[in-house]
């Protein structure tokens, strides 16, 4: 696997109250990352996106062509860098990695901590109602990792998985179980212990199980 695309923030405005926004990204070659992304990079609203624990964003490219096949029109919007990701990786999605994966890229040590929510920006950038909803139903929201160790990232490093500590629960199945209407109390006390998980979802998880 290998890094295809870097992306950061250009601060725009968007909706119709005109909030600002760091979901318009522009690519960059390289970049250096320290605790909260990369450097340079805007996150506006912290209470869901940036700090420590989603620091950076990816998105898989399986995602753009089911949004694709669905919206034939976002053909040409709809595509790497687009929905506000950091990083582009051929090959990884929500299928395929599992909630406190940590992998090496370039100089860089990155752990999984969760799958990261649509919100309503994602519709109002692409000019279509619903399409935030879209992603949720279908499970494709892209992640967040936390940064373990600083360092430098380019197009073309290798990315290079180190440790897996929870091989069964993929950001997927992760999903079906925070977001499903039903869920075994004890997949989901067992979820909210899972090694690298962001502590919010760890508490989301344990209200659901409480409430199961």
Not at 145 to 151: A, D, F, P, S
Not at 164 to 193: C, E, H, M, V
Request: charged share 25%.
């Amino acid at each position: 696997m290998k890094v295809i695309g870097l992306y950061k923030a250009q601060l725009k405005r968007i909706g119709p109250k005109s909030e600002l926004t760091g979901i318009y990204k522009y690519p960059t070659n390289t970049a250096t990352v320290d605790k909260l992304g990369i450097v340079g990079d805007i996150q506006v609203d912290k209470r869901y996106h940036g700090g420590p624990e989603r620091a950076l964003h990816q998105y898989s490219l399986s995602s753009y062509e089911k949004i694709i096949k669905a919206y034939p029109l976002l053909y040409r919007k709809a595509k790497i860098g687009s929905m506000g990701e950091n990083i582009s990786v051929g090959t990884m999605n929500e299928s395929n990695v599992c909630i406190g994966d940590t992998y090496e890229i370039g100089k860089v040590v990155v752990q999984v901590s969760g799958p990261r929510m649509p919100c309503f920006k994602i519709s109002e950038k692409f000019s279509t109602p619903g399409l935030d909803k879209f992603i949720a139903k279908h499970g494709i929201h892209g992640w967040y990792y936390r940064i373990l160790t600083e360092g430098s990232f380019a197009i073309d490093d290798q990315v290079a998985l180190i440790s897996r500590p929870n091989p069964t629960l993929t950001i997927a199945d992760f999903l079906k179980l925070a977001r499903g209407k039903t869920a075994p109390k004890d997949a989901l006390q067992n979820a909210s212990k899972a090694e690298g998980l962001d502590p919010e979802w760890q508490e989301t998880l344990q209200r659901k199980a409480t409430n199961s």
